[in-house]
């Protein structure tokens, strides 16, 4: 078991959050659909380095506004496929907040669990990073919040 999954599932069972695990087969669906909308390229460099159209902010905290633009919806957590190829649906924004507080630092992306017309970043450089319908919104976040 790798460090990001073994952490998360470390968090769930101390704060008993409810995370659904998405099958290999969904897995890797969902994984094609972000490549071929957000993605100028396939490779085994992450993700966020070959987003098409995007915008970013240096922000170590902003992975936090993600509770509000997830709001109630659910949400689909990812990682890049060389550091976790797990994926799991988290059911609202206050739950995804809750979840990566505790948990240590590592690159995360966020999409709809339905929908896949978002894409949201944080990165190891402490970028929060926006593409599709997150594009606007990371443009219009203030720093702090």
């Known amino acids: 078991?790798?460090?990001?999954?073994?952490?998360?599932?470390?968090?769930?069972?101390?704060?008993?959050?409810?995370?659904?695990?998405?099958?290999?087969?969904?897995?890797?669906?969902?994984?094609?659909i972000i490549e071929n909308t957000f993605s100028n390229k396939k490779s085994r460099t992450p993700l966020w380095e070959r987003l098409v159209e995007h915008a970013s902010k240096y922000d170590p905290d902003g992975w936090k506004a993600l509770g509000t633009y997830i709001g109630f919806e659910k949400a689909t957590l990812f990682f890049d496929l060389l550091d976790e190829p797990a994926m799991y649906i988290i059911k609202n924004g206050k739950e995804f907040v809750k979840l990566l507080s505790e948990c240590p630092g590592f690159v995360f992306y966020v999409t709809g669990a339905d929908s896949f017309d978002y894409l949201v970043c944080h990165n190891d450089h402490d970028y929060l990073i926006g593409a599709g319908k997150a594009e606007n919104w990371l443009q219009n976040l203030e720093s702090g919040r």
């Open 1 to 32: 078991m790798g460090f990001i999954k073994k952490s998360i599932e470390n968090v769930v069972l101390a704060t008993n959050l409810e995370l659904e695990v998405i099958d290999t087969e969904k897995a890797a669906s969902i994984r094609e």
